[in-house]
């Protein structure tokens, strides 16, 4: 029987069961932490939030996801009905399927490519256009600005993004999601974020810390959220670019802003905290069984994945919303300078200071 998952079709059953146990950690992930999100907004809001549906209303969005399945799915009239349908389809797709490189644990990853970065990096660069066609078929003003809003909105902080990665690579050497958690072991002295290297890479803490500031920001940008979340200004643009969308494919563009909010925090938790290690040296996992080590592992990678999350929930309740040329001017002229002087500042610690 062993010989047999090393076939074709035994590596291929393998990988669709991960990916399906992946794809349904994830979902199940979204339902709670959407409930746990807007006990968060209540709570700051002096509310009780949701409270009915099962033990503390933990069921809530499973309530939701009934009413969604079961109201009558509307097509505007002059919407294209094809494009329409596709939109919502396409986000879902590619927020789930961004995932597959994401390191979970020791040995717990989809797929271990040597350039995980890349591959998240283009599959976040296309989720803009499931927003940019949900908004031109729709035949309606409304959305179709804030489709052009969200597609201005991301390509722009993508940039800094784009520049805040580069500065990991450099420290890392690697461009394998995999390699550059492992590098981050024996402690949070080692972890990116302080200039993974130990007492003598904390010279890189002065970039690299800015770098996770300015990474975390532009994920609430990039994601749609607030208070960058002009693409669906309800003040301005009713709902935006979904503004004409109920029913399942509501619920599809939804799940996909969600998900997108847990990956994000699951690659700030990568790149800069270390993943799945712990804040200190962890000798004691020495001839501890592998299904052990990793579970240690991932209970710390969700940790902190939890963490980031309830912090982008926290600025979500308690930060007003930007204007338009404010969120523009931060990422053009703000962001975008001091993430290529902190590219060319870890050029030079990485040359002259931490080369060994």
Not at 112 to 128: E, Q
Not at 224 to 252: C, H, I, K
Request: hydrophobic fraction near 55%; charged fraction near 10%.
């Amino acid at each position: 029987m062993t010989d047999f998952w090393t076939t074709p079709g035994g590596w291929t059953l393998l990988t669709l069961g991960q990916i399906l146990l992946v794809t349904v950690g994830i979902l199940l992930s979204c339902a709670f932490l959407i409930w746990g999100d807007r006990k968060l907004f209540a709570g700051v809001q002096m509310r009780k939030g949701p409270n009915v549906v099962g033990p503390f209303g933990l069921l809530q969005s499973f309530a939701d996801l009934g009413k969604f399945l079961l109201k009558e799915l509307i097509i505007p009239a002059g919407a294209d009905k094809f494009v329409f349908l596709l939109a919502p389809l396409i986000s879902v797709t590619l927020a789930l399927g961004a995932w597959a490189a994401i390191p979970l644990a020791p040995h717990w990853i989809v797929s271990n490519i040597n350039v995980g970065i890349l591959y998240l990096f283009a599959v976040s660069s296309l989720g803009v256009y499931g927003i940019i066609m949900g908004g031109w078929a729709s035949n309606s003003k409304y959305p179709f600005l804030g489709a052009l809003r969200s597609a201005a909105q991301m390509i722009s902080y993508e940039v800094s993004i784009g520049f805040v990665i580069v500065t990991v690579i450099l420290l890392s050497g690697s461009m394998n999601l995999d390699v550059i958690v492992q590098k981050q072991a024996g402690g949070f002295l080692n972890w990116n974020v302080l200039g993974g290297a130990g007492p003598k890479g904390l010279i890189g803490a002065v970039v690299m810390i800015p770098m996770a500031v300015i990474f975390f920001i532009s994920t609430l940008a990039e994601t749609n959220r607030p208070p960058f979340d002009l693409p669906e200004a309800e003040s301005e643009l009713v709902a935006g670019y979904q503004v004409e969308y109920g029913s399942t494919p509501y619920m599809l563009f939804y799940l996909a802003e969600t998900s997108n909010i847990i990956l994000m925090s699951a690659l700030t938790a990568t790149l800069f905290f270390g993943g799945w290690h712990a804040p200190w040296p962890e000798g004691y996992l020495k001839g501890v069984s592998p299904l052990l080590v990793s579970l240690h592992g991932f209970f710390f990678f969700a940790i902190k994945t939890l963490f980031f999350f309830l912090l982008n929930g926290m600025v979500r309740a308690v930060v007003p919303r930007y204007r338009y040329d404010q969120l523009m001017r931060l990422g053009w002229k703000v962001f975008l300078p001091t993430s290529l002087a902190a590219v060319a500042a870890m050029g030079l610690i990485r040359v002259y200071w931490l080369t060994p």
